[in-house]
């Protein structure tokens, strides 16, 4: 049996096959498809999707546990700052007592009052060493800006130049920080002009 090839005649009153057809043309679904639509439903892009989310997902649960770590350390200094500056402002309260205490056993005359005030003042000087708590050391020592202010000066050819002669005054240190300096009378020599 021979086939002959016909061509299809056209009808003027029957649409075309395109027009027929209502629906959307169908895309056929490739192995190379990178389109990342969403309405795309092929191995690819649901494979690449699904680990990119789960590693944003991933990247900002670490993101959030590093903030809170960071916030955690902050509030753990900004608490220990807050104690020790609570401890200070209840120190800097105490210590002009034992300046008075010194003053009073000064004015004082009788024996038992004078050992009375001496035993206040040790016990006050006792719970500052426990808070931690150091009076800085003056006289005898050399003059140090860091801890020690200058009143005035004094001549004294016995002593050294710059020695502190006499405390007006106790300084006092908590944790390596100066809270009180010293008010001292520091010996100055005076200088030999060469002529």
């Known amino acids: 049996m021979a086939y002959k090839k016909t061509q299809p005649q056209e009808k003027k009153d029957e649409p075309k096959a395109e027009e027929t057809l209502n629906e ?42 590093a903030d809170f770590d960071n916030y955690r350390k902050r509030s753990m200094e900004s608490i220990r700052q807050a104690k020790i500056d609570g401890k200070i402002e209840a120190i800097e309260v105490f210590l002009p007592c034992l300046d008075v205490f010194k003053k009073a056993k000064q004015m004082v005359n009788d024996p038992a009052s004078k050992k009375g005030i001496e035993m206040v003042e040790n016990e006050i000087q006792n719970s500052l060493n426990t808070l931690g708590v150091k009076k800085i050391e003056t006289i005898g020592k050399p003059f140090d800006p860091k801890y020690h202010h200058a009143l005035s000066t004094m001549i004294d050819n016995t002593k050294p130049d710059g020695e502190v002669l006499d405390e007006y005054q106790a300084g006092y240190i908590y944790n390596d920080k100066v809270i009180k300096y010293s008010q001292v009378i520091v010996n100055k020599l005076k200088e030999e002009k060469n002529e």
């Not at 490739?30 to 795309?40: F, N, P």
């Open 24 to 65: 959307e043309p169908v895309v056929e679904k490739t192995e190379e498809c990178c389109c990342h639509d969403e309405k795309c439903e092929c191995k690819n892009c649901e494979q690449d999707e699904k680990p990119d989310l789960a590693q944003e997902y991933l990247n900002m649960a670490r993101i959030i546990q």
